[in-house]
T-cell receptor
């Protein structure tokens, strides 16, 4: 069964460093998303991406964050200068067609630890 | 802003008992509602998706209902097993993004 994959599974970085989290969505999916979950808190929406541009972003997704689909298979989240409060589990998701009615499939997550 | 609430926060039942998990949301203008399972430190596994036009969706021992007008959904798990122990998350979609509840952590005792 097709699945969303994410690398790395765990990333440790120092405050102020740049990190790139990588995702490979399901191959025929068109909508891509990033969510995060700070330990003990709700899963929060960060950004949605369609047709090579951001379709919606939350207030969390400030200028420190960016997303990119550098090729036909990868979808990345970059944090330019990490802060302690960026420590969280980051989930990538994708959905099949261009519309909100379609089920989102999540990857296993990348645990980001900022020290 | 959409607010999603799940009650109870935690539930412990003996094996074989039926589980009832509740979810409520404040903005009824949703496209659909998804129930997820999350094991400790792991990702999110989609269990069921209910379109806004549907009232119910079933998969095996799982049944989810949706009352959009009252802003409520219920997930029923029949004949619970220890392997059902996990956190169950409810999420609604507005404007292309999912808004999640905090989850109900279920423990099924053997």
């Amino acid at each position: 069964e097709p699945e969303v994959t994410q690398t790395p599974s765990h990333q440790v970085t120092q405050m102020g460093q740049e990190v790139i989290l990588r995702c490979v969505p399901i191959s025929n999916h068109l909508y891509f998303y990033w969510y995060r979950q700070i330990l003990g808190q709700k899963v929060e929406f960060l950004v949605s991406f369609y047709n090579n541009e951001i379709s919606e972003k939350s207030e969390i997704f400030d200028d420190q964050f960016s997303v990119e689909r550098p090729d036909g298979s990868n979808f990345t989240l970059k944090i330019r200068s990490t802060k302690l409060e960026d420590s969280a589990m980051y989930f990538c998701a994708s959905s099949a067609l261009a519309g909100p009615s379609y089920e989102q499939y999540f990857g296993p997550g990348t645990r980001l630890t900022v020290t | 802003k959409q607010e999603v609430t799940q009650i109870p926060a935690a539930l412990s039942v003996p094996e074989g008992e039926n589980l009832v998990l509740n979810c409520s949301f404040t903005d009824s203008a949703i496209y659909n509602l998804q129930w997820f399972r999350q094991d400790p430190g792991k990702g999110l596994t989609s269990l069921l998706l209910i379109q806004s036009s549907q009232r119910e969706q079933t998969s095996g021992r799982l049944n989810a209902s949706l009352d959009k007008s009252s802003g409520r959904s219920t997930l029923y798990i029949a004949a619970s097993q220890p392997g059902d122990s996990a956190t169950y998350l409810c999420a609604v979609i507005n404007d292309y993004k999912l808004s999640f509840g905090a989850g109900t952590t279920v423990t099924v005792r053997a």
